[in-house]
Nanobody, 123 residues
Framework: QVQLVESGGGLVQTGGSLRLSCAASGSIFGINTMGWYRQAPGKERELVASITRGGDTNYVESVEGRFTISRDNAKNTVYLQMSSLKPEDTAVYYC?????????????????WGQGTQVTVSS
């Protein structure tokens, strides 16, 4: 069907930067909204940022001005540039995509998730 593969997580010091990538593959006709979520230990998963196919973006208030989401529609890839990182940004980051795809000769629409990538910000 459809797979989302994330990369780019890691360990960084406070104030540092990281860039996450998420590539979608499979029998894809098109991808509508793509987004990044995160889940810290003991907390619920929250939406960090999202971007429509046309490029409209939305951010959670806590990352406004520090994170930038972008996408390459030709590559079915979404990015999250994270700057001025804080310890409270530490979490597992998940990619999400609303995908129109083909499965057994039928066009379907589904919501897919990546496996998650750990981002750790040390103080």
């Amino acid at each position: 069907q459809v797979q989302l593969v994330e990369s780019g997580g890691g360990l960084v010091q406070t104030g540092g930067s990281l860039r996450l990538s998420c590539a979608a593959s499979g029998s894809i006709f098109g991808i509508n909204t793509m987004g990044w979520y995160r889940q810290a230990p003991g907390k619920e998963r929250e939406l960090v940022a999202s971007i429509t196919r046309g490029g409209d973006t939305n951010y959670v208030e806590s990352v406004e001005g520090r994170f930038t989401i972008s996408r390459d529609n030709a590559k079915n890839t979404v990015y999250l540039q994270m700057s001025s990182l804080k310890p409270e940004d530490t979490a597992v980051y998940y990619c999400n995509a609303d995908v129109v795809y083909r499965f057994t000769a039928i066009t379907r629409k589904g919501d897919f998730w990546g496996q998650g990538t750990q981002v750790t910000v040390s103080s």
